[in-house]
């Protein structure tokens, strides 16, 4: 991550945290120290949901009862899974939040 980019994150953080959000780079790297960074700082697990989207699978999130930062890899999804989360991303879970991860 960028010297520059740690500063914005810092004082992005010092705030609250919005519930979804959306990280473009080109490296995954920078992708994986920031939901790392977001993850300690709200001191929650975060979990790739990538792969497991579907309707069943986000209706069932909504039952946990733990917070957690879910992250999903927008270039890895079809157009149809990309429409399946909407909902979850306007009305995520209790305790939890979305990170979006996307190249430029």
Do not use: W
């Not at 069943?56 to 990309?82: A, C, S």
């Amino acid at each position: 991550m960028y010297q520059e980019d740690e500063k914005l994150l810092s004082k992005y953080l010092s705030n609250s945290y919005p519930k979804a959000s959306l990280v473009c780079s080109l490296s995954d790297r920078d992708k994986s120290e920031f939901v790392g960074k977001v993850a300690n700082h709200l001191r929650l697990e975060s979990t790739d949901i990538t792969d497991s989207i579907s309707y069943e699978y986000l209706n069932d999130l909504y039952l946990r009862t733990d917070g957690y930062i879910y992250v999903v890899d927008l270039d890895k999804l079809t157009v149809n899974k990309q429409n399946v989360i909407l909902k979850f991303v306007e009305e995520c879970p209790v305790l939890s939040y979305v990170i979006l991860l996307t190249k430029f």
